[in-house]
């Protein structure tokens, strides 16, 4: 079975440009997470979808951050415009279910971006 | 305050031994869950044990086993004999019922198996 597919799996970019990452969860999964990663912060959530809504954005930086879940089976994070200080990783997430605690979630490979 | 901590930044195990990684949380939810998640040098985050907060007996798959003390707040994972693949950084994570799906994660143990 695939696991959740993230891409591209290494953005390199200069400040200003705007930057997307794409997400494709489990297939049956109901809940999507995206984190970033980096040295200083560690793991921190940014946002999660539940059936393609929003339910938790508060991680998100700025305005500059943005994500969409058009349907069950895509979603998007876009960064607009990118500066250095967003250069980590970000992964995707899914889950059946996000709100049953026992429910593991599962990560993609995660997305390199580095802004220059 | 902090809510998952793990108070040892690396470790170093010999080969074919046990270890223990140390994990921490504070929470006032009654109903949560521990997860345990490796991630090695390609980067990747693998899932590897839960443990529910109501939950009586403490979670093992293969070698993997939590030691979960409840009272003391603590959820150690304890890898059984070590193997060289097992060389990586270790994360702690909870969820709260009341936050709903998120995970919070610890700041990781960099676990170095030697021959």
Partial sequence: ?116 | AQKITQTQPGMFVQEKEAVTLDCTYDTSDPSYGLFWYKQPSSGEMIFLIYQGSYDQQNATEGRYSLNFQKARKSANLVISASQLGDSAMYFCAMRERNQGGKLIFGQGTELSVKP
């Fill in chain 1, 1 to 116: 079975d695939a696991g959740v597919i993230q891409s591209p799996r290494h953005e390199v970019t200069e400040m200003g440009q705007e930057v997307t990452l794409r997400c494709k969860p489990i297939s049956g999964h109901n809940s999507l997470f995206w984190y970033r990663q980096t040295m200083m912060r560690g793991l921190e959530l940014l946002i999660y979808f539940n059936n393609n809504v929003p339910i938790d954005d508060s991680g998100m930086p700025e305005d500059r951050f943005s994500a969409k879940m058009p349907n069950a089976s895509f979603s998007t994070l876009k960064i607009q415009p990118s500066e250095p200080r967003d250069s980590a990783v970000y992964f995707c997430a899914s889950t059946p279910s996000g709100n049953r605690g026992t429910d593991t979630q599962y990560f993609g490979p995660g997305t390199r971006l580095t802004v220059l």
